[in-house]
């Protein structure tokens, strides 16, 4: 599934459209967002390169990581950094969010000793405008793919951060304004589930068409993650479940899993097992039934006469007719029926009138209210 969601974000929008978004959400259970958000961030960075992308660049606005760790990370996974600088552009939000150390820089005349990397970046400082850092992302974009037709992607590593300078009302309305620009690709961002309420969680889903959620790969019988042991402990250090909701254009919500392990070169995907019981009952619906039938409920089942089902045992065809008893309509339908064969292969209609008093259909004019 996370080459799914790659190719999704790969795709891009349709004209008319907006934007695809990812929201990657992770906890301190299984603290592995951010190595599927450089995972997708590398795969788009080669699919950027190699021309096969809707986006022509990629604006990174860095609020948890420092620029210098994106350029290692791209050299690492053999990016050339040094001809990066025209598909790809850091907006640092990272070293001095809120322009504290400028301030104190000025006060002291002192001089700026932040390292220089050959990645273009720009420093923000001004997070809790976000009306001013929409701006600042859309014209990095346009300096990247130019003001045409062409396309760009925002990856934003820490939504988290994010919500902790400006409002939730505030960061909602931004990535909104994102998936309606005419010129943004797609947006994916990484979210901290446990450090916020549900609400601002749900409100930030609802905003994103795909959900990705890093969780424990075991949990405890009441369905709460937990520890089931130290080699289990161990093993949700490395390991955990990617669960997957995207919203498809016709409305139709798809939900799959898949198993996410931590190597030391990345991360790698795999489908859940089928002999791990509780990766899959965690995917199925919780019920109070059974929804299988057992034998004796399948024999029960067939033995049962239906209304208007031919009994088969050689009488005549006994048909309920919804007002009265099944031995008062034998006894009435005995005369009528008594002159037909019993072996006959024709069919009879047997009425029984409502009340005596009930005249025939035929007997009436359907015309008789009519001034002719």
């Known amino acids: 599934m996370a080459d799914s969601i790659c190719r999704t974000l790969r795709d891009g929008a349709l004209e008319g459209e907006l934007a695809p978004a990812l929201t990657i959400k992770d906890s301190l259970a299984s603290p592995f967002a951010f190595h ?3 995972h997708i961030l590398l795969q788009l960075s080669s699919h950027v390169i190699a021309q096969k992308s809707q986006s022509q660049g ?3 606005v860095a609020l948890s990581r420092s620029p210098s760790s994106y350029a290692a990370l791209l050299d690492m996974n053999g990016v050339d950094v040094a001809s990066s ?3 790809i552009h850091i907006l640092d939000c990272y070293t001095d969010p809120l322009g504290w150390k400028d301030k104190t820089r000025k006060s002291v005349n002192a001089t700026d000793c932040s390292p220089q990397i050959s990645l273009a970046t720009s420093s923000f400082k001004t997070v809790k405008d976000v009306d001013k850092l929409f701006s600042v992302i859309t014209e990095l974009g346009r300096g990247l793919v130019g003001q045409n037709k062409a396309r760009f992607c925002v990856a934003i590593d820490s939504l988290s951060e994010l919500l902790r300078h400006a409002s939730l009302q505030s960061v ?3 990535l909104s304004d994102l998936r309606g620009h005419d010129q943004v690709s797609n947006i994916f961002g990484l979210l901290h589930s446990d450090l916020h309420e ?6 930030l889903e609802y905003m994103s068409s795909m959900v990705a959620s890093v969780d424990s790969y075991h949990h405890s019988a009441d369905g709460q993650k937990g520890c089931l042991g130290d080699s289990f402990s161990q093993q949700n250090l490395t390991k955990g479940k990617f669960n997957v909701r995207s919203k498809r254009r016709n409305g139709r919500v798809r939900v799959t899993c898949e198993e996410l392990k931590v190597e030391p070169g990345g991360i790698s995907f795999a489908s859940v097992s089928s002999v791990d019981g509780t990766a899959i009952a965690g995917l199925l619906p919780k019920v109070q039934f059974n929804l299988q039938l057992s034998e004796k409920e399948r024999i029960d089942r067939s033995n049962v006469v239906l209304p208007f089902e031919h009994q088969g045992n050689g009488r005549p065809i006994q048909i309920y007719d919804g007002r009265r008893s099944l031995e008062e309509s034998s006894s009435e339908a005995n005369p009528i029926s008594s002159g037909k064969k019993e072996d006959s292969a024709m069919g009879e209609i047997i009425y029984f009138r409502d009340s005596d008093d009930e005249m025939p259909d035929s ?3 359907p015309d008789d209210d009519l001034d002719i």
């Open 36 to 38: 599927v958000f450089s």
């Open 58 to 60: 990629i604006v990174i």
């Open 85 to 87: 600088n025209k598909w």
């Open 172 to 174: 909602a309305g931004l």
């Open 198 to 203: 549900e609400r601002a969680v749900a409100a």
């Open 363 to 365: 007997d009436e004019d």
